[in-house]
């Protein structure tokens, strides 16, 4: 997937101090993005100046998802801000405010800001932002975007303000990983024919790969637009399911039996557990891992997760799910009413829906 952060001073051509629509489409389409994040983004406004930028560029780079978040009104002209331009449908998206300062220092220039967050399909999290010029903004600003950093799937994105060495992004960086970091030399963003500096970013959360970053030579802009290449494929996700309920199931492509579909798991996730059934509402009990091909049970398509709650997973190694149910076992299920001295841990059918992902007992109840 390739993104792009992209500050296009409305839409100004940089070399002719003009309103340039497609050189600012043809900087997108150049390098193909699959998702871009627009700072200095005109709406529709009484001057004839203040039209729908964000919609226009849609129209022209033929992405077809779009959102504009406004941050402030300009005095006789319109709406500014943040926009957005996916390939991928926008599932949600929302315009968060950035607090102002309350004590203004006289002489400085202030203006409020925004984020822009976006939901895609896919439950893939862009956040799209514009930094104040102030130091006490920007820490506004940092406090706004911690409050909404997804911990997966993640991308942050835009005109920071600030420069790579600057402690005020710091737990940002602590945070999600600055696709930066793949440059093998120094490359800059501002101003775009001769950079000084860098103050542009694009950040993803530490599930997600990096491929390719870069900050290409392009003056359209007063920024140079910087680029990256990711892959949520590579992500190692939660658990997968094996339920009885074939309404819900249904092999991978291209897998037509179990053996392929556990090589599948091995090869694409880094833990799994199987489950006996599907609770909508509540969590769901697992249980190990059978290669009888004769079974008719089949297997959620890790691309539908859906229908199993990431909230009401733990992500567990086989070998450390074996050491939670033995220790669960042995300290509880013992001397719990429902335990049989018949009922070995190599076959814990009749006893292990009372057991949970976290290890815990829930049909536990104590001999007298």
């Known amino acids: 997937m390739k993104i792009m952060t992209f500050n296009t001073q409305h839409c100004l051509n940089f070399i002719e101090q003009k309103i340039d629509?497609?050189?600012?489409?043809?900087?997108?389409?150049?390098f193909d993005a699959d998702i871009v994040g627009l700072n200095e983004m005109r709406g529709d406004?009484?001057?004839?100046?203040?039209?729908?930028?964000v919609e226009k560029l849609a129209e022209l780079t033929g992405m077809k998802y779009y959102y504009f978040a406004k941050a402030i009104d300009v005095p006789s002209g319109g709406p500014y801000g943040n926009g957005i331009l996916s390939k991928i449908p926008?599932?949600?998206?929302?315009?968060?405010?950035?607090?102002?300062?309350?004590?203004?220092?006289?002489?400085?220039?202030?203006?409020?800001?925004?984020?822009?967050?976006?939901v895609l399909e896919g439950n893939i999290t862009v956040l799209v932002?514009?930094?104040?010029?102030?130091?006490?903004?920007?820490?506004?600003?940092?406090?706004?975007?911690?409050?909404?950093?997804a911990d997966e799937k993640c991308i942050l994105m835009g005109d920071f303000n600030l420069k790579p060495d600057n402690s005020i992004i710091s737990p940002i960086r602590e945070k999600m990983t600055d696709t930066a970091s793949l440059f093998t030399s120094e490359k800059l963003s501002f101003p775009s024919d001769a950079p000084r500096s860098k103050i542009d970013y694009v950040f993803v959360s530490p599930d997600v790969k990096v491929i390719d970053a870069d900050i290409p030579p392009v003056v359209a802009s007063d920024h140079r637009p910087h680029t990256a290449i990711i892959d949520f494929q590579n992500m190692k996700k939660m658990n997968v399911a094996l339920i009885n309920n074939v309404q819900y199931c249904k092999f991978p492509d291209g897998i037509t039996n179990i053996s392929q579909f556990?090589?599948?798991?091995?090869?694409?996730?880094?833990?799994?557990?199987?489950?006996?059934?599907?609770?909508?509402?509540?969590?769901?009990?697992?249980?190990?891992?059978?290669?009888?091909?004769?079974?008719?049970k089949e297997y959620v398509n890790p691309s539908n997760i859906r229908y199993v709650k990431e909230s009401e997973a733990l992500i567990l190694s086989r070998a450390e799910y074996e050491k939670r149910l033995s220790k669960v076992i042995q300290d509880k299920c013992i001397h719990c009413v429902h335990y049989s001295e018949n009922l070995c841990e190599q076959d814990l059918r009749p006893h292990i829906e009372h057991i949970d992902l976290n290890g815990d007992c829930y049909g536990y109840g104590k001999k007298e």
């Open 21 to 30: 629509f497609d050189i600012m489409a043809k900087t997108i389409l150049d």
């Open 45 to 53: 406004g009484e001057s004839p100046e203040y039209t729908a930028q």
């Open 262 to 296: 556990i090589e599948f798991l091995n090869k694409n996730y880094h833990s799994f557990v199987e489950l006996e059934f599907f609770v909508e509402e509540g969590c769901v009990a697992p249980f190990y891992i059978e290669e009888d091909l004769k079974t008719e």
């Open 90 to 118: 926008i599932i949600k998206a929302e315009t968060i405010l950035i607090p102002e300062v309350i004590n203004k220092i006289s002489g400085r220039y202030y203006e409020r800001r925004c984020v822009l967050k976006a």
């Open 129 to 149: 932002t514009h930094f104040g010029l102030t130091p006490d903004e920007q820490i506004n600003a940092t406090s706004t975007v911690m409050e909404h950093i």
